[in-house]
């Protein structure tokens, strides 16, 4: 920070932003303003900070927010084009500092930004690294498969719960119901009375279709703890269709995934020098991409250590007086 430095806090919304500007003393160096989500409130934005910058003669300004939710995205890259610096505060620091401004833990978007920028003053900051190109995308690539892998996770509870209820003995048969042969039953016929009423001979006729080989004995089993079923009968047409419909969404979801680690794997192979993760033993095609992703641009580090406390695997103590702590990763 330097006498020249505008420091501006922006606490950020859905709809409207409101931004505060201050100088290294605290001295706020404008009213406040409150502009709108769009193209015209960035102008705004824009405009407001050069007057301000013109008038009390800075030739450099910093943006700090507060990484809560998704919304300040658009505009901390609106501003990082513009060639201004960002950076972004703990919102515990926020919560905690508002306190001394006025004596009151009021809060409001025209007390926020304020205290976000006094934070700034103090150093109380870290700058905001936003990737570009082949990183973004690294990024927004890894994003969209932890969802995608969180829906079909969540569909397997549903699938699990469902044979709970309707048939519990599936799993003494099965250990694992996405298995081929264990999915070919559910799709075709997943109640215990439909598949006593086929028997043996169907179920193989059922495996035969898809299958190389097939397992006379496993469906001498299924058939047996069929019979022998205490799961719920009554609804059960209602029960097939749910079920259908877990398992046609598990279906779709699996090839998704399976597009997405091409996608994955065609991007890290992209970074220079990304491929030799891949020769470390237990690091795999996802793992690789994932640290890709997180650590960005290798080349933005000085020094291996502030990549192990990024990870969060610097060491810590704590420790006081006569009290000797023991020393922890951070993370």
Known sequence: MKSETLIVG?????????????????????????????????????????????????????????????????QGDHLQKKGHKLAIVNPFHVKCTKELDGNSPTKNDRKDPKTIAMLMKDGRYRDVYIPEDLYQDLREAVSEHERLQNQINAISN??????????????????????????LILMNSPTPARIAKLGVEGIMSIWRQKLKRTSQKRANAIVRAANGSIGRTEGSVAAEAALHNLLMQYEMLQKQIKSQKILMQELLLQ?????????????????????????????????????????????????????????????
């Open 10 to 74: 922006s606490d950020v919304g859905k709809e409207n932003h409101y931004a505060r500007a201050i100088d290294i003393r605290g001295i706020e160096q404008a009213k406040l303003l409150r502009f709108s989500n769009s193209t015209q409130g960035y102008e705004s934005l824009d405009n407001w900070m050069s007057e301000i910058m013109q008038q009390k003669g800075k030739t450099e300004a910093i943006v700090g927010f507060e990484p809560t939710g998704h919304y300040w995205f658009n």
């Open 158 to 183: 549903q699938v699990i719960r469902w044979l709970d209820i309707r048939f519990p003995e599936f799993s003494t048969v099965y250990k694992a119901w996405d298995g081929i042969a264990a999915l």
């Open 271 to 331: 970074v220079p020098n990304a491929g030799k993760l891949l020769d470390i033993k237990g690091i795999g095609m996802i793992t690789a991409t994932v640290i890709v992703s997180e650590i960005g641009n290798i080349n933005r580090f000085q020094d291996p250590r502030q990549i192990i406390k990024m990870a969060g695997l610097n060491l810590r103590e704590n420790s006081s007086g006569k009290h000797k702590g023991k020393t922890t990763i951070s993370k």
